[in-house]
T-cell receptor, first 112, second 113 residues
């Protein structure tokens, strides 16, 4: 069964700290992997998309890596800010049909 | 601005009634849209693939007669929860794809009382 797991479930850090969120998936034959941000009661905002042929993607203070062989991806957030507080979701597509399998997310709290 | 719009954002309905949620692609045509559901502290789970002009494709375990999906135009898909029960209370969210980028609606919170 194709599953996505995220750890930790929750993380609380002081402002300015660098942090890493983890995502693992059971089937390494992915098509792509995507990280989303979800604010309370809101929809999803796409942060980074990594194609299966790529190792990492960067956007501003965010860097996502992909290691297909080990079935892992990490989202690195540099110099965290209170505005980064949200739930971060990892989603994997195992086909080109845009169907996504999500992890349960990591609830990040950045304290001022 | 929003690329995919969902309506309503919040809805409360009585048990046994039906409720319709709309998902619209703004300024682009979407032949395929996806409907997801998220229970508290759970993952978003794909419910069905909405196909314009044809029947929706449902994921295993999702009752097609309970969750009616209509994709009658290239910019609108609707999800109707029929004979809603309290256990159907959840966050429902749709997505559509534009130039290989997946966009999600704002989501709809359904509470069945």
């Amino acid at each position: 069964k194709q599953e996505v797991t995220q750890i930790p479930a929750a993380l609380s850090v002081p402002e300015g700290e660098n942090l890493v969120l983890n995502c693992s998936f059971t089937d390494s034959a992915i098509y792509n992997l995507q990280w989303f941000r979800q604010d309370p009661g809101k929809g999803l905002t796409s942060l980074l998309l990594i194609q299966s042929s790529q190792r990492e993607q960067t956007s501003g203070r965010l860097n996502a890596s992909l290691d297909k062989s080990s079935g892992r991806s990490t989202l690195y957030i540099a110099a965290s800010q209170p505005g980064d507080s949200a739930t971060y979701l990892c989603a994997v597509s195992w086909g080109s049909n845009y169907k996504l399998t999500f992890g349960k997310g990591t609830l990040l709290t950045v304290n001022p | 601005g929003a690329v995919v719009s969902q309506h309503p954002s919040w809805v409360i309905c009585k048990s046994g009634t039906s409720v319709k949620i709309e998902c619209r692609s703004l300024d682009f045509q979407a032949t395929t849209m996806f409907w997801y559901r998220q229970f508290p502290k759970q993952s978003l789970m794909l419910m069905a693939t909405s196909n314009e002009g044809s029947k929706a494709t449902y994921e295993q375990g999702v009752e097609k007669d309970k969750f009616l999906i209509n994709h009658a135009s290239l910019t609108l898909s609707t999800l109707t929860v029929t004979s809603a029960h309290p256990e159907d209370s959840s966050f429902y969210i749709c997505s559509a794809t534009l130039i290989n980028t997946i966009y999600f609606g704002e989501g709809s919170w359904l509470t069945v009382v």
